[in-house]
């Protein structure tokens, strides 16, 4: 309710107003059954009038079935609307190009790669405002829900599969993200910074991440991947030139995002350690 960017802008909007149209329908349902269970109840002396012979209103019937149609065909109208111009897919907001970021969900943490910058980060999702962010989005174990909500609606992603998601800042901000669908103890803990910044703050920050990040390999992934909360992770693969809440990493292989996917392309049965979130693959943290 209290958004970033034009698209929750709109996303809010449309909330409200789908909420003011069934209110129209609901608001008399809840004043006038108390109050005709009031007057039309059984006591002496009532003055309600007793009509045994009544059985039609051509104005009630009129009113019951025409303002809920009426109201259907507003909320059908403004839904045709807000699905095209929220369409996730669609890069409506924004002139300048878009900003490529590749999003991988793990337990218990997202992945952020930006490839044309050759950097990664967890816990922490760094942008420009004023300019179009363009994700792709899988996971690399179980169904996730991925949400910014002071920039946009939340999108599912599952793995060997992708979705899209266009984000955008209007000013600098810090917001929270999240996964919003339930994947075990750690998902309490499955949020992440959002760091709206200025064009300059964002190249310096994307330097900062270039220069205090480790390589992202092989082994470096299979330790991320792994059954780990933020915290767990962090104290396993975190520096001292890291925040005390975010991993910076460089790019080793160019196309990670697209490796990870199509692991799950093969036409066989992906081998349980090489599954993350199975035992086999690497075992909690905790255990």
Known sequence: MDP??????????HLLRATVLIMVAVLPVLVLVPLIALRYRRRNGGTAAYRPK?????????????????????????????????????????????????VVGLDWKWLF???????????????????????TLTTDTVMQSFMIPALAGQIYAMP?????????????????????????????????????MQTEDFNAWVESVRTNGIPLNEDTYRTLAMRTDRDEVQ??????????NALYFTLEDGDLFQSILHRYHGGQPLPVDQQPGTVEFGQEATQ
Do not use: C
């Open 235 to 244: 104290a396993a693969l975190g520096t001292a030139l890291m925040p005390l």
């Open 160 to 196: 060997g599969m992708t979705t899209k998601l266009h984000l955008v800042a209007d000013a600098p901000k810090t917001m929270q993200g999240e996964n919003t669908q339930y994947n075990g103890r750690g998902f309490t803990k499955q949020k992440f910074l959002t760091q709206a």
């Open 4 to 13: 970033q960017g034009p698209i929750a802008a709109v996303q809010k909007t």
């Open 54 to 102: 009544w059985d039609f209103s051509a104005k009630l019937e009129f009113v019951m079935w025409g303002v809920p149609m009426v109201i259907v065909a507003l909320l059908s109208f403004y839904l045709w609307k807000a699905t095209h111009r929220l369409d996730p897919y669609s890069a409506a907001f924004g002139e300048t190009p878009a900003l490529n970021v590749q």
């Open 113 to 135: 790669i930006y490839p044309d910058l050759g950097i990664a980060t967890v816990g922490e999702f760094g942008i420009p405002v004023k300019q179009q962010v363009a994700m």
